[in-house]
Antibody
Framework: QVQLVESGGGLVKPGGSLRLSCAAS????????MSWIRQTPGKGLEWISY??????VTYYADSVKGRFTISRAKDSLYLQMNSLRVEDTAVYYC??????????WGQGTLVTVSS | QSALTQPPSASGSPGQSVTISCTGT?????????VSWYQQHPGKAPKLIIY???KRPSGVPDRFSGSKSGNTASLTVSGLQADDETDYYC??????????FGGGTKLTVL
């Protein structure tokens, strides 16, 4: 079955960096677009980054553009997060994106940005 | 402020039906038949229950159904059960490799 397991979350100070990882199994990773989605109590769900099957097309929400970088390698998805802000505090989900733009989600990893 | 508008809450008695709306614009829900619905229990990841407006993934009971009219999509939960009491989110493709989400609806089974 489809499994997506995120890791790398934690507590970081404003201005700091974190790298999130997502290990994928149970499907042919290279056949799917992948995305990072975050969830906060205040702003709800936010589609923050997307990468195409070959990695040649990426998308970033304005809120993270220039600070976050999405990448993929064999059966893994990554999100490099730099210049973190308090408002980046959220649960970050890795998601497999289907051709119908529906998602299968991992269990999430909590990122807390606080001094 | 979420891009898609959902009512914050909905409720119904066991066995009844309840419908949750999801209102977007002509740039998302109104143009694309790529509306999805997710069920999220506390502390858990969202689970896909409807995709492409009205399709159910394998394993999702047929008590869950979806529809769309104009810029508004709807999720109907029939034969309400206690375990249906949780949060529901809609999403829609919005072009340019982006997806927008609703703010979520908390469903209460009375």
């Amino acid at each position: 079955q489809v499994q997506l397991v995120e890791s790398g979350g934690g507590l970081v100070k404003p201005g700091g960096s974190l790298r999130l990882s997502c290990a994928a199994s149970g499907f042919t990773f290279n056949d799917y677009y992948m995305s990072w989605i975050r969830q906060t109590p205040g702003k709800g769900l936010e589609w923050i980054s997307y990468i195409s099957t070959g990695g040649g097309v990426t998308y970033y929400a304005d809120s993270v553009k220039g600070r976050f970088t999405i990448s993929r390698a064999k059966d893994s998805l990554y999100l490099q997060m730099n210049s973190l802000r308090v408002e980046d505090t959220a649960v970050y989900y890795c998601a497999r994106v289907s051709s119908s733009w529906s998602c299968r989600w991992g269990q999430g990893t909590l990122v807390t940005v606080s001094s | 402020q979420s891009a898609l508008t959902q009512p914050p809450s909905a409720s119904g008695s066991p066995g009844q039906s309840v419908t949750i709306s999801c209102t977007g614009t002509s740039s998302d829900v109104g143009t694309y038949n790529f509306v999805s619905w997710y069920q999220q229990h506390p502390g858990k990841a969202p689970k896909l229950i409807i995709y492409e407006v009205d399709k159910r993934p394998s394993g999702v009971p047929d008590r869950f159904s979806g529809s769309k009219s104009g810029n508004t999509a709807s999720l109907t939960v029939s034969g309400l059960q206690a375990d249906d009491e949780t949060d529901y989110y809609c999403s829609s493709y919005a072009g340019s490799n982006t997806v927008v989400f609703g703010g979520g609806t908390k469903l209460t089974v009375l």
